[in-house]
């Protein structure tokens, strides 16, 4: 048995028309507008594909531009540097508890485990503040009023 296509009417040709034609230009829309190099909606122009690889950080528990002073510093924040754990951080309180504090960084290298690679890796991330054992001077005194 045979069927014939049934005709259709004038109205649905105009709404399969205009349906063809948004599709046509919804898929030229896609491929003209989009980035070169792009996949999808995902955009990579230059600010993407050229941006500057950041920098990794030897002290990920360190934030950017923070120093330690290592009169002050507790052993959690000490064992935050790069090379520094548990013991070297007690290490370094020890220390700095039995000669009356740090004078000067390269003290570091009078600690067992710490040479002259390690106190490279701290420097920048390490200081010392002032002098506790100077004499002189109003800071942290209270002057009475």
């Not at 070169?36 to 230059?46: A, C, L, R």
């Not at 500057?52 to 540097?81: C, K």
């Not at 600690?111 to 390690?118: A, N, V, Y």
């Amino acid at each position: 048995m045979k069927r014939k296509f049934r005709k259709i009417s004038a109205l649905e040709g105009w709404v399969l028309l205009f349906t063809g034609l948004f599709a046509a230009g919804t898929l030229l829309w896609f491929f003209v507008t989009r980035p070169s190099g792009g996949v999808g909606f995902v955009e990579t122009g230059p600010a993407v594909n050229q941006a500057e690889p950041r920098p990794e950080l030897e002290a990920p528990g360190m934030l950017e531009g923070e120093v330690l002073d290592l009169n002050t510093a507790s052993p959690g924040d000490l064992t935050r540097l790069p090379g520094i754990g548990e013991k070297r951080a007690e290490d370094i309180v020890a220390f700095r508890e039995a000669n009356g504090g740090f004078t000067q960084v390269e003290q570091l290298l009078e600690i067992k485990g710490i040479g002259d690679k390690t106190l490279e890796k701290l420097r920048p991330y390490v200081t010392v503040g002032a002098d506790s054992r100077e004499e002189g001077g109003t800071y942290g005194t209270d002057s009475g009023g």
